[in-house]
């Protein structure tokens, strides 16, 4: 475990804290005006690799050696010559910061605006940029040139193990309650496919594209296949043998030799990719954090539903169950399109196909 300190006078930021897989999710804007929760577990940290903020380049000011060499293989609008490395946190446990009033916010909360928004309550080092802006994920990005990370002595940072994972069992449902600010139906919410869920097919889509060798991709059916099939079927050419993906990870029988794609879960944690314990598997591996594989893998049933399909004979309730969303799944395209640009193409005749146009089928795509 860790306590983050100001780079500038030593001054406690944070509690102690340990470090986990920085989610897909973390750089999200789902919809326009939604609430949307805190993005990190209380007690935890994570870090992105990649420059953050500004300076800004475009594209066209990118040597594509450069570009190459920072893991982009097709264009992208803007580049971040910011400083990588930054943590992110929970609100809730930071430690002696104050606001800083730089116009920072729009129209529900505070963004990223023009940069940090606290300082060191005990020295004034700008410190770290606080967000809860409608339609992101409420937390506090810690700025890696202003704050020093200190291991806290006697702590344990044991990791669990896939079985120990697999016996806590948090899965992240598919389908929940999101906030709105009171707009829709007078509650202040709908019920709506998860947004966590929603950046995780982007993430996994990429890579599906990236291991279908130009073919169509089959998926297993139920959920995993209302996830991905209608935008494989929609943009993969129909071409045959089609290439099988199937799901795969702890508490699955091994996946079989023929699959050419297997679809497991990313360690909590450490961020580790799942793999079969057999050497011979040279199947495609697709990640998915381990909360979206859970519910896929081990789908939990509705409780809200009878096990019989129908009630019991004199027994009344008034709970309704879950409703469904009225529309098809749909993947972030921001969190597909950020996945793709780090894929290389050069094994793959189909993306860089799909790299000159990506817009045009994006729409095509039932997205």
Not at 117 to 127: Q, S, T, Y
């Amino acid at each position: 475990m860790f306590v983050f300190v100001c780079a500038g006078c030593g001054a406690r930021l944070s509690i102690p804290l340990s470090q986990v897989e920085l989610p897909v999710h973390a750089h999200q804007k789902y919809g326009n005006g939604f609430q949307l929760p805190v993005l990190m577990e209380s007690g935890t940290f994570a870090v992105e690799r990649e420059p953050m903020g500004p300076p800004w380049r475009r594209w066209e000011e990118i040597d594509p050696e450069e570009a190459a060499a920072r893991g982009i293989h097709a264009p992208v609008h803007f580049l971040s010559d910011g400083t990588p490395g930054a943590i992110v946190i929970a609100p809730g446990d930071v430690r002696g910061t104050v606001f800083i009033q730089n116009g920072g916010g729009y129209c529900c909360g505070l963004s990223r605006g023009d940069g940090p928004n606290m300082a060191c309550e005990a020295c004034g080092l700008p410190v770290a940029i606080r967000i809860d802006d409608c339609s992101l994920w409420q937390a506090v990005w810690l700025a890696p040139d202003a704050v020093h990370r200190l291991p806290v002595a006697d702590a344990d940072s044991t990791g669990l193990s896939w079985a120990e994972l697999l016996a806590e069992g948090k899965g992240t449902p598919p389908i929940e309650p999101i906030g709105t600010w009171g707009r829709w139906r007078g509650l202040g919410r709908m019920w709506s496919w998860s947004p966590q869920w929603e950046a995780a097919a982007g993430r996994a889509l990429a890579h599906l594209l990236a291991a279908s060798h130009s073919r169509s991709v089959t998926v297993p059916d139920g959920l995993v296949a209302e996830v991905f099939q209608h935008v494989l079927d929609a943009w993969l050419p129909a071409v045959e043998p089609s290439r099988r993906a199937v799901l795969a990870g702890p508490g699955l029988p091994d996946p079989d030799t023929d699959a050419d794609i297997i679809l497991v879960p990313t360690h909590p944690q450490t961020g580790e990719l799942w793999s079969p314990g057999g050497s011979d598997v040279s199947a495609y591996p697709v990640p998915l954090p381990f909360g979206v594989w859970m519910w896929m893998a081990f789908p939990e049933r509705d409780l809200q539903h009878p096990a019989s399909g129908t009630m019991p004979d004199g027994v009344l309730r008034d709970d309704p169950p879950v409703p469904h969303p009225h529309h098809l799944f749909q993947v972030d395209q921001e969190i597909l399109r950020h996945t793709l640009v780090r894929l290389p193409a050069d094994g793959s005749p189909w993306l860089r196909e799909f790299h000159k146009n990506p817009t045009q089928r994006m729409r095509a795509g039932l997205l």
